[in-house]
């Protein structure tokens, strides 16, 4: 059964009361999103809505300057400019145990043509020394430097218990996990929003996603409006193939949120599936 008129009116309530009041009535998409909550009746959207309006208090939202939103649930990133959108794209996020996290931060650099050091979280989930230790060769057919004690090693020449050890290094080319581009972010670990070697996986349900990274459909053209710069410019850098490392030219804040709601470009509401199930809880059932 739907829920009571009663619980969604408390519901409604408890979720703007949990938004700090700068955030629930002070920005544009919470004042629409605050809009469209008085009037939705069926408990899936009200529940999207009370769900991002609670997450978005706990993540500042400039309203001027420049702004990166990620949105996870929707699989998408919009960047606007003193809150009126200029770009948007398609995204893959994290999978399952690797869900993209809620985050609040800013652009710290653009690196073009990058190379990857594989993160230890990787290394062990998908069990790449193993792979190195039982097939030396694995490396230089994908492309990695093996690294022992910050030296580049072959890895035919070490035992199996240095192999077991090593640093796994991608250089930069057309097999890079993180393609031809990386934006990495303050305080943001081993998050990226980046390009990608698998460019197929944008716009389908079933794709298995990332591990936490945000993958770009529109890479290059995300890369030259942070940078300031035109596509041109940016894809003569890259074809270069030197690895091009830029700041940005003005602040660029980046906000990662799992929004079931979001305003569309002309201020219609959409929703999202709750592809990470942080909604459902809201959606009690009636006796």
């Known amino acids: ?145 093996v690294l022992l004690g910050g030296r580049r090693v072959a890895a035919d020449g070490v035992g199996t218990a240095e192999l077991l050890k090593a640093t796994l290094v991608q250089r930069p080319g057309a097999d890079n996990a993180l393609g031809r581009m990386k934006i990495a972010m303050r305080n943001a670990g081993s998050i990226y929003l980046h390009d990608t070697n698998e460019p197929g996986g944008f716009g389908d349900p079933g794709h298995a996603g990332s591990h936490g990274c945000v993958r770009v459909e529109l890479a290059l053209e995300l890369a030259a409006w942070v940078l300031g710069a035109s596509g041109a410019e940016v894809v003569d850098l890259v074809s270069s193939g030197s690895t091009i490392v830029r700041t940005t030219p003005e602040p660029v804040h980046v906000v990662f949120g799992y929004f079931t709601a979001w ?21 009690e059932q009636e006796d």
């Not at 909550?37 to 991002?52: F, H, K, P, Y």
């Open 1 to 145: 059964m739907l829920l009571s008129r009663r619980h969604f009116i408390a519901s409604a309530a408890a979720a703007l009361s949990s938004v700090p009041a700068r955030a629930a009535l002070g920005h544009p998409i919470a004042e629409r999103l605050s809009r469209e909550l008085a009037v939705v009746g069926d408990c899936a959207s009200r529940a999207a809505i009370e769900g991002t309006l609670t997450r978005l208090g706990r993540l500042p939202l400039p309203s001027s300057g420049r702004l990166v939103v990620v949105n996870v649930a929707g699989r998408f990133l919009a960047a606007y400019r003193d809150g009126e959108p200029e770009l948007e794209s398609r995204v893959v996020v994290g999978r399952d145990g690797w869900h993209t996290p809620d985050l609040a931060t800013s652009v710290a650099s653009v690196t073009l043509n990058p190379t990857w050091t594989v993160p230890e979280t990787i290394l062990r989930d998908e069990g790449w020394r193993g792979e190195l230790a039982s097939d030396p060769g694995w490396a230089e057919r994908n492309g990695f430097d």
């Open 263 to 283: 305003p569309d470009a002309v201020g219609r509401v959409a929703y999202y599936p709750d592809i990470y199930r942080r909604d459902a809880a809201r959606c």
